[in-house]
């Protein structure tokens, strides 16, 4: 069911990373996101994987989460990576059969490929099941704050930032009541083949962004009634601060990069 | 004394493609400190958009409306003016911007800029009015929709408001959650003497109104108390309003006999009356 995916979720707890400082963790995250696509041996990435297993252990926030969220795209994920095992032709074949041959390099590349996306997912989900929505905005507020001298409108994305999320839930539970009314009016999308289910798509979005107009519409309302303008000034409830843990941690972290960098340099 | 809200020759039509279609008109009314006031009226009858008006989200097309004192039309005090008539909206899902309840809360008061320790403060004491403090911490979309009514409340009540219009606000809820929000509605207006403007379709609700504002059209048809309107039978029918269900009953139950003796307006007096009329039956019978 699509309830199931957890994208943007918060899961409550008291753990070290829960605690973290949302501009620590989202530092963090950005930098790991880079080293996954900066590093090329196959050693790194599984000592990549280890280490956001660990964290996932850490926090206590089991798998089976994160694996709903990665499950809509596996079938993507696997098709590109038959295409990339059956399409790369350099380096040594390793197995061939007939006209189809399997090189190493093949078989390198597809496996980077897919753990990186993998890793991707994984990372930026702990981003969010660790950290409040309001703490991510504030967060981002935080650090693109230098840009409003250059006019950006760094409040005005914040807020939207936020509701965005605020709205993930209710929207995934209005998706789901359309696809039950779609259905009982003898609407199929389990079955036929993939152009198909793409046009099933169609009566299942269209109600959905008509809905989601309408409430913006009317939030909008409901925000001006509470005194909200566009680019007026406004005070924050909570404010955010580093603290020592957040230093331990970022020196850790960024230790651990390094090191991971110096293993991709020397050992390949 | 000088009303709350003043409403004198107010005229309003859309902008847009319904353009020259009087929504209002005409509306002269007045609405004093701590009344509590039910509007009712059919579909389209202009009560959502008379809300609106009110807190100066529209303006009118012509005549004026005064809230407490000041002119909706004075763009310098709008603010001013948004935070004495606070409206709860039909759908609760559509009027809580933030994730947390505590965050939502605090929504009017950092568009106030007030200081940061003057907003903790404000938002427990908010939540504490609507029975929700337990639920601080609480993501909204966990909460029942009587407790994300309360919520957005309580949103409204952060700001401090003089009155608060309720739009339809129980008309998504389930019997427990429309009792809450109207207990809550009850006890601002007994407690902090907050006026409460109800608009619905719901007539046990209008019920506990001092006035009802009887709505058709864009016009005002009449205004009077609870009683004198449901016993107002060609008002009734002329906006095509049903008595609350007691009354209906007992006019139909006892027929001319109970339009002899009073409009009932909720079970214990239905029940008076019917123990009057048996009486009476007796003493004839005899
Ligand atoms: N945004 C709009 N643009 C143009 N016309 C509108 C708009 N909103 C409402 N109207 C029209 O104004 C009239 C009054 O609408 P309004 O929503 O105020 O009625 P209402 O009494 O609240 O009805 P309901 O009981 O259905 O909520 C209707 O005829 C409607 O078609
Ligand atoms: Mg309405």
């Known amino acids: ?268 | 004394m000088r009303p709350l809200i003043d409403v004198n020759g107010l005229h309003f039509s859309y902008l847009n493609e319904n353009f020259g279609k009087e929504v209002l008109n005409d509306l002269n009314f007045s609405i004093q400190q701590g009344e509590f006031i039910a509007i009712v009226g059919h579909n389209g009858s202009g009560k959502s958009t008379l809300a609106k008006l009110f807190n100066a989200i529209f303006l009118p097309t012509s005549g004026t409306i005064f809230v407490d004192g000041i002119d909706t039309l004075n763009k310098e005090l709008i603010f001013e003016i948004r935070k004495q008539v606070g409206v709860v909206f039909q759908n609760p899902d559509n009027q809580i911007v933030a994730t947390l309840v505590e965050e939502d809360v605090a929504f009017a008061p950092e568009n106030l800029c007030v200081s940061q320790e003057k907003i903790g403060k404000i938002v427990d004491r908010a939540l504490e009015m609507v029975d929700m403090k337990k639920f601080k911490k609480s993501a909204v979309h966990t909460l029942s929709g009587g407790q994300k009514q309360r919520v957005a409340i309580a949103g409204i009540l952060a700001m401090n408001p003089k009155c608060i219009v309720f739009d339809e606000s129980t008309s998504m809820l389930d019997p427990v959650g429309r009792k809450e929000v109207l207990d809550v509605m009850k006890k601002l207006n007994r407690e902090n003497k907050t006026t409460i403007i109800n608009i619905t379709h719901h007539m046990e609700e209008v019920v506990f109104a001092n006035r009802v504002i009887v709505m058709k059209d864009g016009e005002i048809l009449k205004q009077d108390t609870p009683r004198n309107i449901f016993s107002d039978e060609d008002l009734l029918k002329k906006s095509g309003l049903l008595a609350p269900q007691v009354t209906e009953f007992l006019n139909t139950l006892c027929g001319e006999l109970a339009l002899k003796k009073r409009t009932v307006l909720d079970v214990d007096e239905c029940v008076e009356v019917l123990a009057e009329i048996l009486e009476g039956e007796k003493i004839g019978d005899s």
């Open chain 1, 1 to 268: 069911m699509i309830r199931d995916i957890t994208i943007g979720q918060y899961v409550c707890g008291n753990s070290v990373l829960h605690r973290l400082d949302p501009r620590t963790k989202i530092l963090s995250t950005v930098s790991y996101i880079f080293a996954l696509f900066l590093i090329d041996s196959l050693w790194c990435y599984v000592l990549n994987f280890s280490l956001i297993l660990i964290f996932y252990l850490i926090c206590g926030i089991s798998l089976k989460m994160v694996l709903n969220n990665v499950k809509p795209i596996l079938p993507i994920l696997i098709l590109t990576s038959i295409i990339n095992l059956c399409v790369i032709r350099d380096g040594e074949a390793v197995f061939s059969f007939w006209i189809f041959s399997l090189t190493d390099r093949a078989i390198f590349f597809t496996l980077t490929i897919f753990f990186r996306i993998i890793l991707l997912i994984f990372s930026s989900s702990l981003l969010t099941y660790t950290t409040l929505p309001v703490d991510l905005t504030r967060g981002i507020e935080k650090m693109i704050k230098p840009l409003a001298k250059i006019r950006f409108p760094v409040e005005e994305i914040a807020m939207m930032i936020s509701i965005a999320l605020r709205f993930i839930p209710t929207l995934i539970l209005e998706a789901e009541k359309i696809i039950c009314a779609q259905k009982s009016r003898g609407f199929n999308m389990e079955t036929g083949g993939f152009i198909k289910r793409a046009k099933c798509m169609v009566p299942i979005l269209l109600p959905l962004f008509v809905c989601a107009f309408k409430r913006a519409d009317e939030l909008a309302v409901a925000m001006e009634s509470r005194c909200y303008r566009v680019g007026g000034q406004r005070t924050s409830y909570k404010t955010l601060s580093f603290k020592k843990l957040d230093i331990f941690f970022a020196l850790g972290f960024l230790a651990v990069l390094t090191m991971v960098f110096m293993i991709n340099a020397f050992f390949r």
